[in-house]
């Protein structure tokens, strides 16, 4: 990985190749972080670990090799870069994984986070595995939604497609955030044909009887898998949409969450539907979001690999932030217009979700 030099000068990775970016201390300080393609970045995602208690078959090969522990940022430096982040302007951080809930006191980190002043939002996103015990410190933290992710509601199913997972587990951890008062506690379920596409109409029943809102995402092509072919698992959004409106009306809204979410509400109902479909219904035009590796690599698209190295940047200054934000400035300008995801060929992508932070 990249290093420091005393210069001020750090090595920033892009397509595989070395790009460098500079930064002198009298650069300009912006109030905010926008692209070459004028789209302002006020949403942050930190992956406190690339490990799971789950194995997720799209997420995941069975044999991943998950990054040795030293290499990992310090809750401090994640706590660090999110507030140089807040200080900059970025106004949401959901703080996802791997599983958050299965790094060592991590929710001393949301405890930090969530004094920021300027932080609007701060959110997690989980396998809800472990949200019984920690559902009511995370509340006091400052969490303020919470996003948990099911793929089926059968525990046969579960397991197949987690590996290992245990149904009632994650339904236990629904529960428990649905009881302790957040904001919003939102269902995210991944669909693949085969799997679980037959159970669209029933996972929106369940939202329904919960008045929550339910999310149903299309596979992205990230890292190699072992257990199915991706473009055969395609399910897309408009064909869980029409299997939806076999059972309800469905009208789609204006509502944005800020995010690449398309909602539509069912009429009397709270719950809303939504849908994430980067085959279908590209959203890179609206992205409003950068995200933090575990291992301190700032990635500027889901699906591209320009990235800047602030595991360096936070090492090689640790007490001066101005150039940390600097840094996180400039590292804006790497920020592609979009991810080129193709179902039809091999990943051209090779880290998986889990290090993603999806
Ligand atoms: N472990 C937590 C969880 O499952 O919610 C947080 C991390 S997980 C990587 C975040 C979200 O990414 C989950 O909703 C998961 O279903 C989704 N996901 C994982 N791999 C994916 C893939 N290849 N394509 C689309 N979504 C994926
Ligand atoms: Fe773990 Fe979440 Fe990936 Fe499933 S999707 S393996 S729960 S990180």
């Given at each position: 990985?990249?290093?420091p030099?005393?210069?001020g ?8 190749t ?32 690339d490990?799971?208690?789950?194995r ?19 809750l ?29 006191n ?24 472990q949200?019984h ?5 995370l ?22 497609i ?11 951890g ?12 939102k ?8 799997r ?15 008045q929550m ?13 072992d ?28 509502e ?8 539509y ?21 609206q ?6 590796t ?11 690999e ?14 001066d ?14 920020k ?9 060929t ?13």
């Open positions: 990985m990249a290093s030099t005393e210069h000068i750090i090595l920033a990775s892009l397509m595989g070395e790009t460098l970016i500079t930064w002198s201390r009298s650069m300009p300080r912006q109030s905010s972080l926008t692209d070459r393609f004028g789209r302002t970045v006020d949403y942050v995602r930190i992956s406190v670990t490990r799971c208690d789950l997720c078959v799209y997420c995941m090969a069975e044999d991943v090799k998950f990054v040795p522990r030293p290499q990992l940022l310090t401090e430096e994640m706590a660090r870069i999110g507030r140089a982040f807040v200080d900059l302007g970025v106004r949401k951080i959901r703080v996802t994984g791997g599983e958050p809930l299965t790094r060592r991590v929710v001393h980190l949301f405890r930090e986070l969530g004094q920021l002043e300027g932080l609007r939002d701060l959110t997690i996103t989980t396998n809800g595995t949200l015990r920690y559902a009511r410190e509340r006091e933290a400052g969490v303020t939604r919470v996003n948990i992710s099911i793929d089926s509601l059968h525990a046969e199913r579960f397991r197949a987690t590996r290992n997972g245990e149904l009632h587990r994650t339904l236990r629904i529960d428990a955030a649905l009881e302790t008062g957040f904001r919003k506690v269902l995210n379920a991944v669909i693949l044909k085969n679980n596409h037959d159970e669209v109409a029933e996972l929106v029943a369940f939202a329904v009887a919960r809102d339910i999310s149903f995402i299309e596979e992205m092509p990230l890292g190699v898998i257990e199915h072919d991706r473009a055969e698992a395609y399910y897309s959004s408009d064909r869980i949409l029409a299997d939806l409106r076999r059972h309800h009306e469905l009208i789609p809204t204006t944005s969450t800020g995010g690449p979410s398309r909602y509400r069912i009429p009397g109902l709270k719950t809303r539907v939504g849908f994430i479909s980067p085959h279908s219904h590209n959203f890179c035009d992205c409003n979001r950068v995200r933090l575990a291992e301190g690599r700032l990635l500027l698209c889901l699906g591209q320009h990235s800047t190295d602030l595991r360096a940047v936070v090492r090689a200054e640790p007490t932030d101005a150039a940390l934000r600097e840094i996180i400035v400039e590292s804006m300008k790497l592609p217009k979009g991810h080129d995801f193709d179902l039809y091999r990943p051209i992508i090779f880290r998986h979700m889990n290090t993603t932070g999806g």
